[in-house]
């Protein structure tokens, strides 16, 4: 069966190629999937289909219809086509081809293909709704495998903190940009687009590592901002933070510019993502315990020698807790423990795996 459908001819790298549009609903029918698995590496012009993400691009798909947003796909084709320009020597017209010989490999969006498969099942009627393909002659597996590298050879993933800053669907994103600029403590000191902060930033925290902490610290789901739930977790997440940062007086402290903050990274662990996000986590354990009186229980925190090393040793206080051969480490055995010392510091119950952890830390004689 012959089709045709509107397209562009152009030529890149000296080679001609096609951009066309394709409707959703076409795309199971034409791009079919390679079970690259059963073929050694050297031998596919892909990567294997990671099926555990697709149901995360499904859900992106189908929660966001009104808004969601894919690049081309690009896909080498495997039969004769033929171009009519709608002026002579134009670039523009359409390609005719036979679906029935037709073959296509994929060589950049097997994800966005199989979760649209997947998503159409759900929601039909994105089947109307299009996406630019861009269409290659099949030449050999070394030339897929050179499509394949070179498109993803400059490809650079986003930082956590600047997805964080730019997604205005992610309610939780929102509440965290409100809270760094509602507690003064934040103001102007949270680096918005990087992982981890450089050895010579005057900033405290990263944008990701406060909400983390701010995950911890509302637990559960959060209602939409118009709400009034939203607003009470709002202002109880202002008023905790606040509280910490008196509590905590080297924040203060790098705000004012009393001390550096390079310097302050250095010498102690309350500026590391592991603190943070245990702090997040013991005030919504304290307002859940002591709900009117967590503040007042904050104080013992005045006291934490937050200090990495004691002279020229590890600080006890935090040896194997959060710091293991000298390195402050940020996995979830470490921030499990250090949240077992924080509650224990405050009086709040432990958990099983917390009692656990601190039943161990006892029996080596750390007090």
């Not at 004769?80 to 969006?109: H, P, Q, S």
Request: glycine residues 6%; proline residues 4%.
């Amino acid at each position: 069966m012959k089709v045709s459908f509107p397209a562009m001819r152009g030529v890149i790298g000296k080679r001609q190629y096609y951009a066309t549009m394709m409707g959703l609903s076409e795309i199971p029918h034409l791009f079919k999937f390679n079970d690259w698995a059963q073929f050694t590496p050297e031998l596919r012009a892909q990567r294997v289909l990671v099926k555990s993400r697709v149901p995360e691009i499904v859900k992106y798909i189908v929660d966001n219809e009104d808004s969601y947003l894919f690049s081309s796909i690009t896909a080498a084709y495997s039969t004769d086509v033929k171009f009519k320009e709608f002026e002579e020597g134009g670039d523009i017209g359409y390609l005719e081809m036979d679906l029935e010989d037709a073959k296509f490999l994929i060589n950049d969006g097997q994800h966005r293909c199989a979760a649209i498969t997947a998503a159409l099942n759900e929601n039909p009627a994105i089947g109307k709704e299009r996406i630019s393909v861009l269409l290659f002659p099949w030449e050999n597996m070394e030339r897929a495998q050179q499509m394949f590298t070179d498109l993803n050879r400059f490809v650079q993933k986003t930082s956590k903190s600047l997805n964080i800053l730019y997604d205005h669907r992610d309610v939780l994103s929102g509440f965290t940009m409100e809270v760094s600029e509602k507690v003064p403590v934040f103001k102007g000191m949270i680096d918005k687009e990087k992982l981890t902060i450089p050895i010579r930033s005057e900033k405290l925290f990263t944008l990701s590592t406060l909400y983390d902490a701010n995950e911890e610290l509302i637990g559960g789901k959060l209602e939409k901002p118009d709400t009034k739930e939203y607003k009470e977790k709002l202002e109880r997440a202002i008023a905790y933070w606040n509280a910490m940062s008196r509590v905590i007086p080297d924040w203060e402290r790098v705000k004012d510019g009393t001390i550096k903050a390079p310097m302050l990274r250095q010498e102690k662990i309350n500026t590391h993502g592991v603190v943070l996000r245990a702090l997040g986590g013991l005030g919504r354990a304290l307002m859940e315990a002591h709900p009117d009186h967590w503040e007042n229980r904050l104080q013992i925190l005045r006291d934490v020698d937050w200090r990495k090393s004691v002279g020229n040793k590890v600080n006890p206080e935090w040896e194997n807790v959060c710091i293991t051969a000298g390195s402050v480490l940020s996995n979830r055995q470490a921030r499990v423990a250090t949240l077992a010392v924080l509650k224990d510091k405050v009086g709040v119950e432990l958990t099983s795996q917390e009692t656990q952890f601190k039943s161990k830390r006892d029996a080596v004689g750390v007090a």
